[in-house]
């Protein structure tokens, strides 16, 4: 989120958002949500804002399940 930001004030060359979202579902959602406030990136899209919650819950959620199974 840092460096798309730094890339978006300088007008450079952006990461797709798929790629964002690919590094969360990979498991980066912990780090792409806390990224989305610290950095107030991405926190006006409103697929982001929902997006990143529910991938977040998703990964709690499996780890959850395979923890106690």
């Not at 450079?12 to 798929?18: N, V």
């Not at 969360?24 to 899209?45: D, E, P, V």
Request: no cysteine; net charge positive; aromatic share 20%.
């Amino acid at each position: 989120m840092w460096l798309d930001k730094a890339k978006a004030q300088g007008n450079a060359w952006r990461i797709p958002e798929k790629s964002l979202f690919l590094v969360s579902l990979i498991g980066g959602s912990i780090g792409t949500w806390a990224g989305m406030y610290i950095f107030r990136h991405k926190t006006k899209h409103w697929y982001f804002v929902l997006g990143m919650p529910l991938i977040l819950a998703l990964h709690i959620g499996l780890a959850y399940y395979f923890y106690f199974r």
